[in-house]
């Protein structure tokens, strides 16, 4: 769910402009999961951009505080959302930690790295949401050590149904500081895209699974 059309219009063309999204119709991307997409998203660039981070946890906090007040403590998902959750964290002068895709094999085998307390208010940042399941993972162990999680907070969405399904299941409440079809109004906008390539960026939505075989 977006709170704010202009942000969503304006993290939009700055993910563009850094090319932590990019857009290739003609010559898709081949994800992990196997599927062919022309769209890749990797927004872990905009650590390397002061000013944009800076904008990302500013509108991200403000957003959070908007809707929960202040949790007790900010959770990122590992890998990605480690960055950017801290620097929410961090402008909100709260705790924070974050949740590996399973626990450590060794040490003291933690899946949440950090100070949580039972029954602490928590909201997930995350990155990118695709299918969603990485994160509900996260928020499944959170809820497991007894947290309160209260919402998630992501940059970015591709805006699938299965993720829509995913997090109605698993009881979870999501926004987003940008998502798909803000990107689509962005890249037409500024001409980074043509009326053809926004049709197959479409279509590819529809089915990503099956879309280009």
């Known amino acids: ?39 890749y998203c990797d927004n872990r660039i905009t650590l390397s951009y002061p000013q944009i981070r800076n ?25 990605g959302a480690i960055g950017i959750g801290m620097l929410v964290a961090d402008y909100m002068n709260l705790p924070f930690i974050y949740v590996r895709p399973e626990a450590k094999k060794h040490g003291r085998k933690n899946q949440i790295e950090g100070k949580l307390e039972k029954n602490q208010t928590v909201v997930v940042v995350e990155d990118l949401i695709s299918t969603g399941k990485s994160s509900l993972n996260a928020v499944a162990a959170l809820r497991e050590q007894n947290a309160n999680v209260k919402g998630m907070f992501a940059l970015f969405t591709y805006g699938f149904e299965q993720a829509a399904d995913n997090f109605k299941k698993a009881g979870v409440t999501l926004h987003t ?8 109004e962005q890249a037409e906008k500024s001409q980074y895209i043509n009326p053809e390539q926004i049709e197959t960026l479409q279509d590819w939505r529809k089915d990503p699974a099956n879309w280009n075989k």
């Open 1 to 39: 769910m977006i709170l704010n059309k202009e942000t969503a219009q304006k993290t939009a063309e700055l993910l563009l402009q850094i090319n932590a999204i990019k857009l290739q119709p003609q010559n898709p991307f081949l994800w992990a999961s196997g599927w062919n997409s022309p769209i």
């Open 55 to 79: 904008f990302l946890r500013e509108h991200l906090s403000n957003q959070i505080e908007e809707l929960y007040g202040k949790p007790d403590v900010i959770a990122g998902v590992a890998t």
């Open 177 to 184: 500081l940008s998502d798909y079809e803000h990107l689509l």
